[in-house]
Every structure is written in structure tokens, then in C-alpha cells.
């Protein structure tokens, strides 16, 4: 689940459907539809009961993903959600059973977290400074 989204829909499959699903569709059922049409990121350590909606929807997401996966050597949080203290704090709490709970740090002032964890995988699969991480990571076995 995150702020917008209900989470678990792939926006680039719902598109897709015929008929596509519009973006109205996709981007509701979140935190924000929760706790208030009104209220934004910052707000929701006012609402105890969405903050531990999205703790248990994360820890609910990982313990899936170690089914197959099962021993992670750490959990990694981006977003602008968990830039929020509060926020950080209670997915830390909830994960650092399954690993060391780690966040991203934004390698950029103007671009997402997610543009720059594009650009270090197109990096790293060009052969460039992030190589040793896409090799890590598996990506290029994958590729093979």
C-alpha cells in the first residue's frame, strides 16, 4: 500500500486491460483515501490506524517476497514516505526481525529515488561505476 495507491496493481498492466483501467482507478484506495481526501504525507502521524496499515501492508509484502527469498541480507526502504521519521520508524520496527532495515539514500535533489535506482541499474548493466551492484543484485544473470 502507499500513499496514493492501494497497492498490489501495477499500473503498466491496468492500462493495458482492455478495457484499460483509467488512473482514477489506480491511484486511490492509499493511505491518503484513509486518513482524509486532504491530507498529505506529513498528517498521517495523526492517524495511528494508517500508519499501522502501512506497516502491517510493507511487513505483509516482505514476509510474501521470503517465501522465496529466505534470508535476506537486509531490507532496503525509498520513498518519500519513509523521508518521515514516524513513518520510517514503524516499517524499521516491523522489518528489522526479517534483516537490517537500511534507507536509500537520494542521490539527487531534483529526481525521484526510483529515477536514480533506474539509472544505477542502466549503469551498472552498461558495464559502468554501479556494475558491481547489478552483478550483486543478480540482474545480469537474469539477462542471460
Known amino acids: 500500500m502507499g500513499f496514493l495507491t492501494r497497492g498490489g496493481l501495477d499500473a503498466e498492466i491496468a492500462i493495458r486491460l482492455n478495457p484499460p483501467l483509467i488512473q482514477d482507478i489506480v491511484f486511490r484506495g492509499g493511505l491518503k483515501d484513509f486518513a482524509g481526501k486532504d ?15 502501512l506497516g502491517e501492508s510493507t511487513e ?9 527469498m529466505r534470508e535476506p541480507k537486509e531490507i532496503t526502504l525509498s520513498g518519500r514516505l519513509v ?3 514516524f513513518l520510517r520508524d514503524e516499517l524499521t520496527q516491523r522489518l528489522n526481525k526479517y534483516a537490517p532495515v537500511l534507507k536509500v539514500k537520494n542521490l539527487s535533489r531534483i ?6 535506482g ?10 559502468g561505476k554501479y556494475y558491481k551492484i547489478v552483478e550483486n543484485m543478480g540482474i545480469l544473470n537474469i539477462m542471460e
Open 39 to 53: 491530507t498529505e504525507p506529513k498528517d498521517l502521524i495523526n492517524f495511528k490506524e494508517a500508519v499501522l496499515l
Open 60 to 68: 505483509k509484502d516482505v514476509a510474501s517476497i521470503l517465501v522465496t
Open 83 to 85: 523521508a518521515l521519521d
Open 111 to 116: 529526481a525521484k529515488e526510483a529515477a536514480c
Open 118 to 127: 533506474a539509472y544505477i541499474i542502466g549503469e551498472g548493466l552498461l558495464g
